[in-house]
């Protein structure tokens, strides 16, 4: 009993007893060249995965935009099988051709820039001269200005209008080819002292005629009416025999024979020979035309650019000068002092000062139109012609007058707003 006892004490305190406790092992630091080999694997996946995403987004660029660029070219592809067919006077050139005409587009080749690219002077096989535009890649502009020049230019023809002779569509290469024009831009004779004795008055009015004959012709005798929108000493070509032709026409409008005015929400053009209604509410017209026509003739008249024309004694401009030179009696004096060495006509200058003045009035209404500017031209009668008013943009600079309108550079735009320029009363004294 004593046994059974002792053998159920032991059972008992046995079965009651915690169980034995394990020691855990003793932490052993990781040797330093398997810490090396983990990080190293880290970095190695982070790196590699981070190369993959960029050039999977790398690849994904460029796949658009291949597609974008693609896409673009053939939808002008597309629409300029539509111009071939409806024009017969245009003709399409191969790269290769271009190519070799220019040397590969060479530097030396270069022979103006604009707005939209630049121009080169290319030679043919068959020797013909040609100037070759090379539209900036990419450009919207571009573009637009290729549609333009290949539906507009291509259906005119005059012998004051630069002719299109075809183009060039290939990937992202637009390019125009025209007649070669050897004797560049009228800006580039007229604004220069040594080479503006070439321009006699008997050639400068000539090329005034020139040009007025091509205005009305774009605004009343082709089979489109259209409105040049940039006409500027820099678009008017000189011939061999220093006929004008009037050249880039990007921004010309199509409009209706029916149509007097046409709205744009971007103006576009150059500033000084852009009318006020233009400028400040985004009209046009073919009296936009007539206005920039009336400010490129005072300045073939004066010799001088219209927004960096100065005289010692004055801060006055283009307009202002020529204003107060017919209002004092004293028309003459603003004529270039250069021609008074030769042969010149008097109512031949007194009659395009009076014009041009009636051109540029602020009223676009009371401009006269191009026909009657062209038949004026032709017969001189400045005595019967009606007198004009003060221009459109007037800095009076005289002592003790009222305030003027003052033309102020507008600000940085937005190529979606609306051109606006603000005008402001200010005392110039």
Same mark, same amino acid.
């Given at each position: ?44 996946? %982070?790196?590699?995965?981070?190369? /993959? ?30 111009? %071939?067919?409806?024009? %017969? ?27 939209? /690219? ?8 068959? /020797? ?73 008055? !008997? ?60 709205? !744009?929400?971007?103006? %576009? ?86 014009? /041009? ?73």
């Amino acid at each position: 009993m004593s046994a059974a006892l002792t053998s159920t004490a032991n059972m008992t305190v046995y079965e009651h007893a915690p169980p034995t406790q394990l020691a855990a092992p003793p932490h052993r630091p990781l040797p330093a060249i398997e810490k090396k080999k983990r990080l190293t694997a880290i970095v190695t996946g %982070a790196t590699v995965a981070t190369v /993959g995403f960029v050039l999977l987004f790398a690849m994904a660029v460029v796949y658009f935009r291949r597609r974008k660029a693609k896409n673009r070219t053939d939808a002008l592809h597309s629409k300029l099988v539509d111009i %071939a067919s409806l024009v %017969a006077e245009s003709l399409e050139y191969d790269l290769s051709t271009l190519q070799v005409a220019t040397n590969n587009f060479s530097d030396k080749n270069k022979i103006g820039r604009g707005g939209f /690219g630049v121009v080169y002077k290319g030679i043919l096989e068959n /020797g013909d001269e040609i100037a070759v535009k090379r539209l900036s890649c990419g450009s919207d502009q571009g573009i637009e200005e290729f549609k333009n020049e290949v539906v507009l230019v291509a259906k005119l023809q005059h012998r004051n209008l630069v002719r299109l002779l075809g183009f060039c569509l290939a990937g992202e290469e637009k390019l125009l080819v025209y007649e070669f024009v050897p004797n560049k831009s009228l800006d580039y004779i007229l604004f220069d002292h040594n080479k503006q004795a070439q321009l006699n008055w !008997t050639t400068r009015h000539k090329i005034i005629v020139g040009i007025a004959r091509g205005l009305l012709y774009l605004h009343e005798e082709s089979r489109l009416k259209i409105i040049h929108r940039d006409l500027k000493a820099a678009n008017i070509l000189l011939d061999l025999n220093m006929n004008p032709k009037i050249s880039d026409f990007g921004t010309a409008r199509l409009v209706g024979m029916d149509q007097s005015v046409n709205e !744009t929400e971007r103006a %576009a053009g150059t500033l000084g020979y852009m009318a006020p209604e233009y400028l400040l509410h985004g009209k046009f017209s073919v009296k936009s035309d007539v206005y920039s026509f009336g400010v490129l003739m005072l300045e073939i008249v004066c010799g001088k650019k219209v927004r960096s024309f100065q005289q010692s004694d004055n801060d006055d401009d283009l307009l202002s000068s020529a204003w107060k030179h017919w209002r004092d009696g004293t028309t003459l004096e603003f004529m270039d002092s250069s021609l008074t060495r030769s042969w010149y006509s008097s109512d031949q200058v007194m009659c395009c000062i009076q014009l /041009g003045l009636l051109c540029v009035q602020r009223d676009f209404e009371k401009r006269p139109t191009m026909a009657l500017v062209h038949h004026m031209l032709n017969n001189s009668y400045a005595d019967v012609l009606p007198a004009p008013q003060q221009p459109a943009f007037f800095i009076n600079s005289d002592a003790n007058s009222s305030p003027s309108l003052v033309l102020k550079k507008p600000r940085s735009e937005s190529s979606t707003s609306k051109s606006m320029i603000s005008l402001t009363i200010e005392n110039r004294v």
